[in-house]
C-alpha cells in the first residue's frame, strides 16, 4: 500500500509541473492544441515501450469497452471543465473541482467493495476542508458554469473508479494507450477549428507536457494497483501544494494566508492517510 501511496504523490507532482506548463501555453494556444499534442506525445510512447505484445493486448482485452468508456468520460470531463472555466474565477473552479476525491471515496464502497475507515473519511474531510480555506470560495451560487465545473469533478470520480476497477486486469500501459487514442481522436476533431502555427518554443513545450503527462499518468496508474481508490482519494489534494510552489517560482504569486491555512490542512490530511495506510496494511497483505 505504501508503494501506491508515493507513486500517487509522485504523480500529482508531476502533474502540477504539467499543468503549470500548460497555464504558461493557454496564453497564446488553444487548449485543445495543447491537448492533442500531449496526447500524441504519451500515445507515441506507448506504442514504443508496448510494439505488438500493446496492440495484441488492446484487441484482445475483454475491458475494451471500459476503457473506450473511460476514456470518453475523461474527455467530457475536460470539456465540461474548460467550459466552466471561461466564466469562474479559478479559486471557485477549482474548488468545486476538488469534490472529486469526496465523491471517490463514496463511490468506492458501492461500487468496489472499499470498507472506508474513520481515518479515511477524516483525511478526505480535512483535505476538501483545506481547499475552501485556501480559495475562500463565495457566492458561487447554482449557475451555468458552476454546475459544468461540478458535473466535471464527478466525472473525473467515476473515472478514478474505472481505474481502480481496470486496474485489477490491466496494465497502467493499456490504460494509457486506450485513453489517450480516445482524447487524440476528440481533441482531434476540435483541432480543424482552432488550429494555431506553434513557435518552435511552443512546439517544444507542448513536447515535454507529453513527456510528463506520460509519466504523470503511469506512475498514478500503477499506484492505483497497488492501494485502494478511497486511501489514493485525498492524496489528490497535495497536487495544490506543488501549484503554490510553482506559482511562486515561476509568476512571483505570494499565497493569502488562507492559503497558507489550507495548505497545511491539506498536507495533514494526507499525512493522515500514509498514518492510516501504515495501520491498515499488514491487514490487507
Known amino acids: 500500500m505504501m508503494a501506491g501511496i508515493g507513486l500517487t504523490v509522485l504523480a500529482f507532482f508531476l502533474f502540477s509541473f504539467h499543468d503549470a506548463a500548460i497555464k504558461w501555453l493557454v496564453a497564446g494556444l488553444p487548449v485543445w492544441q495543447i491537448l492533442f499534442f500531449r496526447s500524441a506525445v504519451i500515445l507515441t510512447g506507448c506504442l514504443i515501450v508496448g510494439r505488438g505484445a500493446l496492440i495484441a493486448r488492446a484487441i484482445m482485452t475483454p475491458l475494451r469497452w471500459k476503457l473506450v468508456l473511460r476514456g470518453l468520460i475523461l474527455l467530457a470531463a475536460w470539456i465540461c471543465y474548460y467550459g466552466a472555466s471561461r466564466d469562474l474565477p479559478l479559486g471557485e473552479l477549482m474548488t468545486l473541482y476538488f469534490v472529486s476525491p469526496v465523491i471517490v471515496t463514496i463511490l468506492a464502497i458501492p461500487m468496489l467493495g472499499e470498507r472506508v475507515t474513520p481515518w479515511r473519511w477524516t483525511a478526505v474531510v480535512t483535505g476538501f476542508a483545506g481547499v475552501v480555506v485556501a480559495f475562500n470560495p463565495t457566492d458561487i451560487g447554482l449557475s451555468v458554469p458552476a454546475a459544468l465545473a461540478l458535473f466535471s469533478a464527478c466525472l473525473w470520480a467515476v473515472a478514478t473508479i474505472l481505474i481502480r476497477m481496470i486496474a485489477m486486469h490491466e496494465s497502467a500501459l493499456l490504460q494509457m ?14 483541432l480543424f477549428l482552432v488550429w494555431q502555427t506553434p ?7 507542448m513536447l515535454a507536457i507529453g513527456g510528463i503527462g506520460g509519466l504523470g499518468q503511469f506512475t498514478m496508474f500503477t499506484g492505483m494497483r497497488m492501494a485502494p481508490a478511497s486511501v489514493l482519494a485525498p492524496l489528490t489534494y497535495t497536487g495544490l501544494i506543488w501549484a503554490f510552489a510553482l506559482g511562486y517560482i515561476v509568476w512571483g504569486d505570494v499565497p493569502r494566508i488562507e492559503v497558507v491555512i489550507g495548505a497545511v490542512l491539506i498536507l495533514a490530511a494526507g499525512l493522515i492517510m500514509i498514518a492510516a495506510g501504515r495501520q491498515e496494511a499488514p491487514a490487507e497483505r
Open 177 to 190: 494507450l486506450f485513453g489517450n487514442t480516445v482524447n487524440l481522436i476528440g481533441t482531434g476533431i476540435a
Open 199 to 205: 513557435s518552435p518554443g511552443e512546439l517544444a513545450l
